[in-house]
């Protein structure tokens, strides 16, 4: 059984992954001409540390995994997830100076985000 923390993050983070894919594809269909609406990026970072901060709080509750060596998969999940944040925090912070994003640090935070995804996905289901 899942925890309803552990779930309700899961949940939340998994809306913040499907929003960042569509602000991607948005992204990319532009060329990065033209910065994707900020109302959808407000709203994936909201979900993303909201997401983050249940999964936070979630990991000190009952040990997960640990008969199939899993027990870490969710610190790992948070490090990698936190990671990705500390990068949408810095595309913040060039949108705000109303600079252009670079395709290689949008593709970096696409990757620690959806990394730590999919192990907090093994970690949810396997756990």
Known sequence: MVPAMLLAAFV??????????VLAVLYLRTKGAVAPPWT??????????????????ALPGPPRGLDQGMASFGMIAAALMASAAVLGAGFLATRLRQRRLGGTAVAVHAMLAVSGFVILTVYVLAG
């Open 12 to 21: 939340i983070l998994g809306a913040a992954v499907l929003l960042g894919s």
């Open 40 to 57: 959808l990026a407000a709203l994936h970072g909201l979900l993303a540390i909201t997401g983050l901060g249940g999964l936070a709080l």
